[in-house]
């Protein structure tokens, strides 16, 4: 059973369509890795996928265990178990990390304890790159995800915390068969996450997708993104 | 109601229920009296007090004490009117710290609480002064404080109303002496609330400094007038920073600075801002898994903590 399926999905954002009758399958534990340029609208799907109020669906449809979560809040796609790394978190003065954990906590995570100095700073103000990407973690760990989607998780980590992340992220995948969607522009962070499956998002379409990560890697290194508009499998 | 178990689970220096004092510390260091008892027994106190006070406490920190002073005054009851005048005097050299705690125990008391106070600073004196109200939405509060700072005194002011009355009317008005400094922090959340706060800083020594910060929020047909003002009389520094956070279209705040200068060396300055709640945190906060009530209620107790 898929635990995400978007069909025919047509998105815009002021009168510009920015997803064009994309069609999306995710299936229960699978890490997949949704690659495309810059504009090709990666971040629109997810936050479509979320909830986000800024876009407006015009047509399509998007199941998420079999339901329809289209006109849903966001808070309610939490719930069903949904969750968003955010590219740049907006910061949000004068409420400790430790304060929103309390409110938004089904889980425990594990990687609290380690990061406990992040826990009494306040939500992603004056944090380095790595420190926001790690904050992001722990709260969307807290709810006990079904299908996560990263929103370039790698950009602000140096290797070190690539690594620690990217293996926290696989455990928690395995030991709750939770789904991933790796959203990413570079290809490097997908070594580490081995992908059941990668997607290319080109002009707000899926253009092409594979089960073979590093073929993909391979043809967009040589022919940039040039050869996946002309293609549906590679 | 969030206040309802501060009178039982504290101890305090000075406790009042409804009109009834209950608790009164006794301590080698200070005198902590009811105001009318310190009219009659000490004098010069007459020169502080408007007159023959009907309640409130007087505390006279004589000697240095190494723990935080602790005021608590209640309502407990329907209909309660409090008529206090309040004076704190902090001696020569002495650091204080005192937590102020006003507050009804009940939402639907319909209360007045009308509260006159004065703090005497005197030289080289230092008070952080953390005053915390919470009220039923029916109360009627009006606090109106005078802060007289000595040379080279400093005060600092954190006044934090999360929970407002119907009608909450603020009077602030501080002097400061030569090389003193103040600041002052408040916070005032407006639900379904009339407020007016009036604050004025009076730079009267040299070198004074003073800054003073304001967050007021507005939601649930709120009106809100906040005026502040520095008066530099003579080379001193001042600055003024209000900051809004409008919720609803239903409510209305006016930001008032007010800067008067009458000395070419005084330098003060003033920003003021009224914002809305912002789209961004919003949908984040929804997007992990708060309601947008929960995130907003969290987006602006996060503003006014700042």
């Not at chain 1, 949904?82 to 590219?87: H, P, R, S």
């Amino acid at each position: 059973m898929n635990l995400l399926k978007i069909k025919n999905l047509s998105v815009e954002i002021e009168g510009k369509k920015i997803l064009d009758s994309l069609d999306l399958d995710i299936k229960q534990g699978e890490i997949h890795a949704l690659l495309g340029p810059n504009a090709s609208g990666k971040s629109t799907l997810a936050k479509v996928i979320m909830g986000l109020s800024e876009y407006k669906v015009k047509a399509g449809s998007i199941l998420f265990l079999n339901k329809e979560v289209k006109g849903l809040v966001p808070e309610r796609r939490s719930k069903m178990g949904i969750a968003l790394v955010f590219q740049n978190p907006p910061a949000i003065e004068g409420i400790k990390l430790s304060k929103l954990l309390e409110k938004i906590s089904i889980n425990e995570v594990r990687e609290k304890e380690k990061y406990s100095h992040l826990l009494e700073r306040d939500v992603n103000v004056n944090l380095s790159g790595g420190e926001k990407k790690i904050s992001e973690l722990i709260q969307v760990l807290s709810l006990n995800p079904k299908l996560l989607i990263l929103d370039e998780i790698d950009s602000g980590l140096d290797m070190n915390k690539r690594e620690e992340v990217v293996e926290i992220l696989k455990r928690e995948a395995k030991e709750k068969k939770m789904a991933i969607i790796i959203i990413t522009h570079q290809g490097e962070i997908l070594k580490r996450f081995n992908p059941d499956k990668v997607s290319v998002m080109i002009n707000g379409k899926i253009a092409c997708q594979s089960n073979d990560y590093k073929k993909i890697i391979e043809t967009i290194k040589k022919n940039d993104y040039a050869k996946c508009k002309h293609c549906k499998k590679l | 109601m969030p206040s309802a178990n501060i009178a039982k689970n504290c101890k305090h220096d000075f406790l009042q229920i409804d009109n009834e004092i209950k608790e009164i510390a006794k301590n080698d260091k200070m005198v902590i009296l009811p105001s009318s008892e310190a009219w009659k027994s000490l004098p010069w106190t007459k020169e502080y007090f408007n007159g023959k006070p009907k309640g409130g406490y007087f505390i006279w920190i004589k000697e240095q004490v190494d723990f935080p002073l602790s005021t608590c005054v209640n309502i407990a009851s329907p209909n309660v009117k409090q008529d206090l005048q309040n004076l704190m005097v902090i001696e020569k050299g002495i650091k204080a710290k005192a937590g102020v705690i006003c507050s009804s125990l009940k939402n639907n008391l319909s209360g007045t609480h009308k509260a006159r106070g004065k703090l005497i600073l005197k030289e080289n004196a230092s008070l952080e002064y953390n005053h915390v109200h919470r009220w039923g939405h029916n109360d009627n509060v009006s606090p109106d404080y005078e802060f007289i700072l000595g040379k080279n005194s400093s005060l600092k002011y954190n006044y934090s109303n999360l929970f407002p009355p119907k009608n909450l009317d603020i009077k602030n008005k501080i002097i400061c002496g030569e090389k003193s400094s103040v600041n002052l922090n408040i916070s005032v959340n407006g639900i379904d609330s009339l407020i007016k706060i009036k604050e004025e800083v009076f730079l009267e020594g040299k070198d004074a400094q003073a800054v003073s910060r304001l967050k007021l929020v507005g939601r649930k047909r709120s009106d809100i007038t906040a005026e502040s003002s520095i008066i530099a009389k003579v080379k001193s520094k001042g600055h003024i920073d209000c900051q809004s956070l409008m919720v609803d279209d239903e409510s209305k705040i006016s930001s008032i600075p007010l800067l008067v200068c009458e000395s070419k060396e005084a330098q003060i300055t003033h920003e003021a801002s009224i914002g809305k709640v912002s789209e961004e945190q919003l949908n984040y906060l929804r997007s992990r898994g708060l309601s947008e009530k929960e995130a907003i209620d969290l987006i602006v107790s996060g503003f006014l903590s700042v």
